[in-house]
Nanobody, 123 residues
Framework: QVQLVESGGGLVQAGDSLRLSCTASDGTFSRYALAWFRQAPGKEREFVARIRTSGSTYYGGAVKGRFTISRDDAKNTVYLQMISLNPEDTAVYYC?????????????????WGQGTQVTVSS
């Protein structure tokens, strides 16, 4: 497993942008599929986006067109650029790593998780 640390969350207003970062301690970072999930209070964890080692990306329907996932393997970091934020985006955002590079939308398929970073969007 790889240790992941998210950063970049905060309190923003509707319509604002925010960029989340997730940095890994493991030098084999480039071998993992990486994903972002989020969990709002009282709701199940929701798939946001994923990026495979090839750079192939996939997004959840709620964020497609507004969020962009990217990775910098030289920095062991995956990013989530978020624009046009709305209050429904309020959640704790988690990054996750899949050593099998499957990059599915199913949270249980990811072996490593960060501690999460809070994103709050006010109306």
């Amino acid at each position: 497993q790889v240790q992941l640390v998210e950063s970049g969350g905060g309190l923003v207003q509707a319509g604002d942008s925010l960029r989340l970062s997730c940095t890994a301690s493991d030098g084999t970072f480039s071998r993992y599929a990486l994903a972002w999930f989020r969990q709002a209070p009282g709701k199940e964890r929701e798939f946001v986006a994923r990026i495979r080692t090839s750079g192939s990306t996939y997004y959840g329907g709620a964020v497609k067109g507004r969020f962009t996932i990217s990775r910098d393997d030289a920095k062991n970091t995956v990013y989530l650029q978020m624009i046009s934020l709305n209050p429904e985006d309020t959640a704790v955002y988690y990054c996750a790593a899949d050593a099998l590079n499957g990059g599915t939308v199913i949270a249980d398929r990811y072996q490593s998780w960060g501690q999460g970073t809070q994103v709050t969007v006010s109306s």
